[in-house]
C-alpha cells in the first residue's frame, strides 16, 4: 500500500481522498493555496504544505511545485482530485519521471484519452459506437462541407477541449460561417489549442455515464451507470443513478461497450465512459472519457457500496481490483444536487462570502461532500461548490421525495447558494416524471424558474 | 499535542501583523507565550483561550525518516525593531550557493540591496534566484540548505538601514 499521498486538489475532494487515505492507514500530505491554509482539509491532513498564492494558475495548476512539494515530503503517491491537473499529462509525466506514483492512469492513456479526437478515434477501433462526426476541420469551409455530409444541427467542439467547453452548435451553414473563428480562438484561449472537430448534435438525448477501473493485471470491471442529463452550459447540476430509462438490453451493450474500450486502451484506475443516449432510438454513442474521479462518484458509490476513492488508491499501490464482476449490484435509486455558492437569479453568479449559518440535512440516506462549516470564508479565486448533497432511497420515487425534504431542511446563511433552485427542480413534474433530457434544464426549467 | 504547526504558525502571524504586544494560548495540552517587547509580563493582558477545532481526532505525527525536508516556524520574538523577513518568493528547496563548492551568495553580517540575490529555489530542478527586497544588513539566515520551504516562509532576518 502506498505509504504517504501528497493530495493535489482542494475542497470537498480534498477532504474526501484524505478520508479514504485515513481509512487505509495512509500517511497525507495536502497541498494548499494561500487562500486554503485554514480549511477543513488543512486541519484533517497529517501535514499541510502551502504551494503557492491564491491564483490557481500559481498554485494548484502548476505540476512542479505539487511534485517538489511531494517529493520533499517523503510522498509515494499523489492523488490529483478532478479538475485542476487531473488529466493534464505533464503532471502524471513528471511523477512517473519522479517515481512519484500517480493515482490514476498512466501519462500514455491521459494523453490519449485527453485528446478527444483522440479518443474518438480509439473508442471507433474497439468497437465502440461513436456520434457521427469528422476529423480536425482547419477552415469553416471544411466544417460545412462535413456538416452537409453527417447532417444538420451539428456541433464544433474543442479536441483538447473537454467537461463540456468550447462547444458551439450550428443548424446552417451561415451559423458555422459566423462561429468558426469564434469557436477556434475560444479553444485556444481555454485549452491552448485552437482544433477543432464536428460531431452530430443530437436533439433529445441523455447523459449516460459509466464508472469504470482497470488494474495492472488487465481486470476491468463497470459499476453501473449515471444519469447526468441535468445540465446548464454542459456544466452537471443534478447526477443520478442507475440510469432509470435504459432497457436493460441497452444496459447490457452498454457496459460492454465501457469495457471494451478499457480493456483496448489498457486503461488502470478509475474512469469514467460517457455516452449520449438517444431514448428514441435506443442508440448511444460514445462522448468522451474521462481519466479521474468525478465530482459525481458517490452516486456510485451509494448504489453500489463500493467506496470508488479507496479503490483508486488500491489499485495506485498495485493491487489488484476488489471485486469480481458478479459482485457489482445496484441497489436502490441515488440522486446527487450540486450546491454552490451562486445566485441562479442573477446568471448563476458566483457568491463567495462568510458562511455565518450551516446547518445541512441528517439522517439515514442522506450523505454530505462538504468542505465548508459555520464560519468558513467561501473564497473568490476558485469554483462555487460547497457541497453535494446525495439521497439513497429503494427506488427513483422516493429518492425525489427524499430529496426534496433533505433540500428543505439544508439551512445556509451569509452566502446565496442554489438551494431553492434544486428545490424546483425536484418539484417540477418533468424531473419527477423523468422527462428530460440534456437540453431540459436551460430550455424548459430555466424559463419556468425566472417566471417564479 | 492536537495543535498542528501550521496553526501555530497562522496564529502567530497574525499576531505579528495586529496591533496586540502579547498573546498566550492555551489549548489541549499546549502553552505558548510571545511578546513584541522582549519580555513577557506575568499574568498580564488577555488570556486567548483557542479552542482548536481538530475534526480528524486520531491523526497521528507524521514521521519523516526518508524525508530530507522540514520547515521551520519563526516566533515574533525572533522579529526585533527594524527588523523584516525575507520570504520565499516560492515552495522549492533553498540552496546557498550559486553551484556545490562556490562561496555562498551571502553571509549573515553582510549588507544587501534591493535586487541582491540572497540564495537559489530549486523547483524540479529548476533554479530561480530569491533576491533581497530591502536594503539592510543580514541578520540571520531561517533555514538550511536543502531544505524546503513553502510559499512566504521567511528565509532571511534583515535589518532594514
Known sequence: MLKRVLIANRGEIAVRVIDACQSLGIETVLAVSQADRDTMGAKRADRVVCIGPAASALSYLNPALLCQAALSTGCDGLHPGYGFLSEKYELVKLCEDNHLKFVGPSSDAIRRVGNKLEARVAAEAAGVPVVPGSGLVATAAEAAAFASRIGYPVMLKAASGGGGRGVFVAHEVAEIEASFERASTEARASFGDGSLYMERFIGNARHIEVQVFGDDFGAALHLGERDCSIQRRYQKVVEEGPGYVLPERVRARLYKAALDLVRYLGYVNAGTVEFLYDADTEDFFFMEMNARVQVEHPVTELITGVDIVQEQLRIASGMPISLRQEDVAINGHSIECRINAEQPRDGFMPRPGRITRWSPPQGPGIRIDSHCYKGYLVPPYYDSMIAKLLVHAPDRASAVKAMLHALEDFEVEGIETNIDFHRFVMRHPDYIAGQVNTRWLETTLLAAYQDK | ?161
Open chain 2, 1 to 161: 499535542m492536537s495543535i498542528k504547526h501550521e496553526e501555530i504558525r497562522s496564529l502567530l502571524s497574525f499576531f505579528e501583523k495586529s496591533g496586540w504586544e502579547e498573546l498566550r494560548l492555551e489549548a489541549d495540552g499546549v502553552r505558548i507565550a510571545v511578546s513584541k517587547n522582549g519580555s513577557l509580563a506575568d499574568h498580564a493582558g488577555p488570556t486567548v483561550t483557542a479552542a482548536v477545532n481538530n475534526p480528524s481526532s486520531a491523526a497521528p505525527a507524521l514521521p519523516r525518516p526518508n524525508s530530507p525536508a522540514t520547515v521551520s516556524i519563526e516566533t515574533s520574538a525572533d522579529l526585533a525593531p527594524g527588523q523584516v523577513y525575507l520570504r520565499a518568493p516560492s515552495l522549492g528547496v533553498v540552496w546557498g550557493r550559486p553551484k556545490p563548492g562556490a562561496p555562498s551568495f551571502i553571509e549573515v553580517g553582510q549588507m544587501v540591496e534591493v535586487g541582491t540575490t540572497v540564495c537559489l529555489i530549486e523547483v524540479m530542478k529548476l533554479f530561480t534566484q530569491m533576491d533581497s527586497t530591502v536594503r539592510g544588513k543580514v541578520v540571520r539566515c531561517l533555514v538550511t540548505d536543502g531544505e524546503m520551504v513553502e510559499h512566504d516562509t521567511p528565509v532571511f532576518i534583515v535589518e532594514v538601514v
